[in-house]
């Protein structure tokens, strides 16, 4: 027999602590990417209920409970959230599973380091100090870090709870009251989050959650005037359109974007570390991440042996029922995202570059109800094609070859995006050069994929605007108020 959905049939929104209809009374469907069938339907909010959520938010913040609460008791109540979150992890990873199509494993994995980020949040709201800087003059300069006001998250559908987590930790310490958008592809787990945070005490109307199109919903929420800062994460031609709604309001933008990290193999590296660390790069979550290594910068003398391990190892991936423990790889998110990626692959192939793995749909083992594509490695390319330069956001990374460790670097650059990368080598000295000389905001040596809460996260060029994590998050969620 089947196993009971870890889903409800349906969702509401998340406005001034409860769960309530859209004004409209409409629902949509949320698709099991594994299978095409609809795995729960969620209430869609429009502009008229963003209004509502913006009210609840203002009325909670000028209620001042939440933002004038004593940090360490702000920090006991986020630190709750932590422990109530921990109990719940499997089945919200089921959950995501079932929205998303990715392995339950990769899921459980990825949810069970997510307190960390109330906690760590939690903690700064308890221990943060604030300045005394030097003034000229017989004066005494008290610099107070405070809230903003109400602030408004958009959340994508790739990780949908680590990346409302990442935003909604650091907005909440720091007192703000929050309107969260989540995608509609993915959109359950932000509102079991919102619960969560609600049942732990965080006060009514601090957080609300309103699941909805962009067009409509989130198109309201990012220009509305009455918000003090837009925090997005998403495609890089939507932030283009989310940051200039929020400018001309004024208000300020963090946008974290789009990505085509590089995964720079030295001729010294321990190859079959660093072929499991490119494919693990490129493949997690089906290539589905902004940070995902789709550019493979091999140095020449490897590139035979490198090709050849890395395809035998995706031989041996285990795709399959995202739901099962042992399915190491699951399905895209959806049809218009397997249509693109198909679409990138064949301009490939007519740019002349070989195919060599995947390439096309998995029809086997009744998975063509689903969306899944063969993970697919495309090489040797040229910096000229489309492959290397546009971000696919499917499980397709390309390869090409470099001889000195400049000609690495200029290739590693040689992107629109700039969010993150990976060198792969066992010389300390050259590591770190390499690392200072990547024009990126993150960097990994000898690993990739790497997160945690105190850690600063963002990029440079396309990928977008401000940082995500650490003491970074807080000072983009407060402002100074300076008495003298």
Request: with cysteine.
């Amino acid at each position: 027999a089947a196993m009971p959905s870890p889903l409800a049939d349906t969702y509401k929104l998340f406005i001034n602590g409860e769960f309530v209809d859209a004004k409209s009374g409409k629902y949509f469907d949320v698709e099991n990417p594994a299978n095409g069938e609809v795995a729960t339907r969620v209430s869609e909010a429009q502009a008229e209920d963003v209004e509502l959520a913006l009210d609840a938010a203002h009325a909670a913040y000028k209620r001042g409970e939440w933002r004038n609460m004593d940090g360490c008791e702000r920090c006991r109540i986020m630190h709750r959230a932590a422990n109530m979150l921990s109990q719940r992890v499997n089945e919200i990873a089921e959950m995501e599973v079932m929205q998303t199509g990715r392995p339950v494993k990769e899921m459980k994995a990825q949810l069970q380091r997510l307190p960390e980020w109330l906690e760590y949040f939690g903690s700064l709201a308890m221990t943060f100090e604030d300045s005394v800087p030097p003034f000229k003059g017989d004066y005494i300069n008290i610099v107070r870090r405070v809230p903003l006001g109400v602030v408004a998250q958009l959340t994508p559908w790739n990780h949908p709870l680590l990346i409302s987590i990442k935003k909604l930790a650091p907005a909440i310490a720091a007192g703000n009251s929050v309107v969260m958008k989540p995608s509609e592809l993915a959109p359950v787990a932000p509102l079991v989050l919102a619960q969560i945070l609600t049942e732990a005490g965080v006060p009514k109307g601090v957080i609300n959650v309103v699941p909805g199109f962009g067009v409509s919903c989130g198109a309201a929420l990012s220009s509305s005037p009455r918000v003090a800062l837009v925090d997005m994460t998403g495609g890089t031609p939507t932030g283009r359109i989310v940051a200039a709604a929020a400018g001309r309001n004024l208000v300020p933008c963090i946008a974290e974007l789009g990505g085509k990290a590089p995964v720079v193999v030295f001729e010294d590296c321990d190859v079959d570390v660093a072929v499991n660390g490119a494919a693990f790069a490129a493949f997690i979550a089906s290539g589905q991440t902004c940070i995902a290594g789709t550019r493979i910068v091999v140095h020449k003398s490897l590139y035979e042996s490198f090709v050849e391990k890395l395809t035998s190892k995706l031989e041996a991936f285990k795709i399959g029922d995202p739901m099962d423990i042992n399915t190491q790889y699951g399905a895209v998110i959806c049809k218009p995202q397997l249509d693109k990626v198909s679409e990138m692959v064949d301009i490939a192939r007519k740019e002349g570059a070989d195919i060599l793995y995947g390439g096309m749909r998995v029809t086997t083992d009744g998975l063509d109800k689903g969306y899944f594509y063969y993970p697919t490695v495309i090489g040797p390319v040229t910096t000229s094609m489309t492959c290397w330069r546009e971000e696919i956001f499917g499980p397709v990374t390309v390869v090409t070859t470099f001889e000195t460790e400049q000609e690495a670097i200029d290739l590693a650059n040689d992107s629109p995006f700039g969010l993150a990368a990976s060198v792969w080598t066992r010389d300390v000295a050259r590591a770190h050069r390499v690392a200072q000389a990547l024009d990126v905001g993150l960097v990994w040596i000898n690993d990739h994929h790497k997160n945690s809460p105190a850690s600063p996260w963002g990029g440079t060029k396309d990928s977008g605007i401000g940082r995500e994590n650490g003491l970074e998050a807080w000072r983009q969620y407060t402002q100074t108020h300076s008495v003298v």
